[in-house]
T-cell receptor
Framework: DIQMTQSPSSLSASVGDRVTITCRAS??????LNWYQQKPGKAPKLLIY???RLQSGVPSRFSGSGSGTDFTLTISSLQPEDFASYYC?????????FGQGTRLEIK | EVQLAESGGALVQPGGSLRLSCAAS????????MNWVRQAPGKGLEWVSY????????YYADSVKGRFTISRDNAKNSLYLQMNSLRAEDTAVYYC??????????WGQGTLATVSS
């Protein structure tokens, strides 16, 4: 199975900050990397797929980059509704695997 | 609008069984691959099982293989997860998720299965 490792596990930031979360795969997954946002008590929501493609309806302050083994999710200017947990997921091979998550908290 | 609604979660004793359901609406269910993904309390996401649009192909996580069975009824727009020989570590919120190209495009609200004596 492909292991996905996110960093940091938690992050404190302020409204308006630029934030970057990283995700590393244990082997090359080309661009088969997706990002999800999850708010407490809610289901995950797809934000970005294929490493850099924004899901319909997702604000443009979210962006993704990377290929191979190293990927990043960037939020250009944090908004109050962005404080949540974020997960990366590889869709390169079965079983699909997730990173352990990054909790983004208000400073 | 795509809607997925899970049900069937409950408190069950170790070794017991539970059947989860997911009712789909707002899209042509029979043309989509579906999955179950779970999340233990305070933990991350774990993929559990996959089923093809026709139901002919199924995959399982090693942690549930031989104990869980995924199925679907396209005439009823429904997805199921039969869970047997349940263990404490199966305690989780179970989400059904519509798949497009191995990414989880839409999720239900989840149903909580608790395994405890």
């Amino acid at each position: 199975d492909i292991q996905m490792t996110q960093s940091p596990s938690s992050l404190s930031a302020s409204v308006g900050d630029r934030v970057t979360i990283t995700c590393r795969a244990s082997q090359s997954i080309s661009s088969y990397l997706n990002w999800y946002q999850q708010k407490p008590g809610k289901a995950p929501k797809l934000l970005i797929y294929a490493a850099s493609r924004l899901q319909s309806g997702v604000p443009s302050r979210f962006s993704g980059s990377g290929s191979g083994t190293d990927f990043t999710l960037t939020i250009s200017s944090l908004q109050p509704e962005d404080f949540a947990s974020y997960y990366c997921q590889q869709s390169y091979s079965t079983p699909p695997t997730f990173g352990q998550g990054t909790r983004l908290e208000i400073k | 609008e795509v809607q997925l609604a899970e049900s069937g979660g409950a408190l069950v004793q170790p070794g017991g069984s539970l059947r989860l359901s997911c009712a789909a609406s707002g899209f042509t269910f029979s043309t989509y691959e579906m999955n179950w993904v779970r999340q233990a309390p305070g933990k991350g996401l774990e993929w559990v099982s996959y089923i093809s649009s026709s139901g002919s192909v199924k995959y399982y996580a090693d942690s549930v293989k031989g104990r869980f069975t995924i199925s679907r009824d396209n005439a009823k727009n429904s997805l199921y997860l039969q869970m047997n020989s349940l263990r404490a570590e199966d305690t989780a919120v179970y989400y059904c998720a519509r798949e497009v190209g191995a990414l989880f495009q839409h999720w239900g609200q989840g149903t909580l299965a608790t395994v405890s004596s």
